[in-house]
């Protein structure tokens, strides 16, 4: 059963990275709206419960979703976290009319690195793949994910706090500290 999760803040590219891998393996999409119920408080618990039996009834599957789980009793291949630079993310946020302490918690979580770092401890390291989608075209990193799926080692380490220039992480900070003092 080919099992793959996809997962990163909003506005990373999840869904339309999900649904190429989907046709590529010949599996079907699932998001996190379909498993949850579209409940607004979404228990991890039942998640993993619900999505268990998509998966088994569907023989897998490309599972796109901001919360971190562990589908029960089915291995997952690879868990693939979307990384966005954070001012960008701001961006597409407010593009999506996200409130503002919205778009600050989501970018926070971001430049924390906090989904990748949940994957890591649910699917171990060597499961969990990150990609960075800033500049990156759609297809090249359908491309990356889809041979990182298939066998191929791919490691990319992101770590906003020394990746972004000096000046655009204190922008950064400075636009977290100005909602933060909201």
């Known amino acids: 059963m080919k099992v793959v999760m996809v997962l990163g803040t909003p506005g990373v ?3 339309a990275v999900c649904s190429e891998l989907a046709q590529r393996l010949q599996v079907p999409h ?20 619900r999505s268990s039996s ?3 009834r569907h023989g897998g599957g490309v599972i796109s979703s901001h919360i971190v789980f562990k589908p029960r009793a089915v291995r997952v291949m690879k868990a693939i976290v979307l990384r ?4 960008e993310l701001i961006e597409v946020l ?3 009319g ?7 918690e989501n970018v926070e979580a971001e430049f924390i690195g906090l989904i990748y770092w949940e994957a890591v401890r649910k699917f171990g390291r060597r499961f969990v793949l990150q990609l960075d989608v800033t500049n990156r075209e759609l297809v090249e990193v359908i491309e990356l994910a889809h041979r ?14 020394s990746d972004l220039p000096d000046d ?6 400075r636009y977290l500290s100005s909602v933060t003092l909201l």
């Open 13 to 15: 590219g999840k869904s």
């Open 30 to 49: 699932l998001e996190l709206t379909e498993l949850s119920g579209n409940v607004t408080e979404v228990d991890p618990r039942a998640l993993s419960a």
């Open 54 to 56: 998509i998966l088994k």
């Open 84 to 87: 966005r630079d954070p001012l």
């Open 94 to 96: 407010r593009s999506r």
């Open 98 to 104: 996200y409130d503002e302490p919205k778009v600050a």
């Open 148 to 161: 990182a799926i298939t066998g191929e080692r791919i490691r990319e380490e992101v770590d906003w706090m």
């Open 168 to 173: 655009r992480l204190e922008k950064l900070l």
